[in-house]
């Protein structure tokens, strides 16, 4: 069983930043990769970013060079430092736990409740 909770989300003004932070039950460290994803209402949750256990990073294209994705294991704690942000930024943002295996309902079967994040000026 693993639990995932994200905070620090908010209203930003495009151009502003804000850093997301995803607090695990347990340990990290022995889960195949961590991630974060998002999701509009009526829209397919897209990927954002991923970093594996042995510290490989992933991320769309529309974030590159933008958005970083970082861990703490010794807090159990993953972040999403957002910069730069644009108004199509504006979804809610979710924790993922990726178990490296298994059909993509048991795979990503764990996840946050999400936290908001709205880019306006």
């Known amino acids: 069983q693993v639990q995932l909770a994200e905070s620090g989300g908010g209203l930003v003004q495009p151009g502003g930043s804000l850093r997301l932070s995803c607090s695990a039950s347990?340990?990290?460290?022995?889960?195949?990769?961590m991630g974060w994803y998002r999701q509009a209402p009526g829209n397919q949750r897209e990927l954002v970013a991923t970093?594996?256990?042995?510290?490989?990073?992933n991320y769309a294209d529309s974030v590159k060079g933008r958005f970083t994705i970082s861990r703490d294991n010794a807090k159990n704690m993953v972040y999403l430092q957002m910069n730069s942000l644009k108004p199509e930024d504006t979804d809610v943002y979710y924790c993922?736990?990726?178990?490296?295996?298994?059909?993509?309902?048991?795979?990503?079967?764990?996840w946050g409740k999400g936290t908001q994040v709205t880019v306006s000026s």
């Open positions: 347990g340990s990290i460290s022995s889960i195949y990769a």
């Open positions: 970093i594996s256990s042995g510290g490989i990073t």
């Open positions: 993922n736990a990726d178990l490296g295996h298994g059909l993509a309902s048991t795979r990503f079967r764990y």
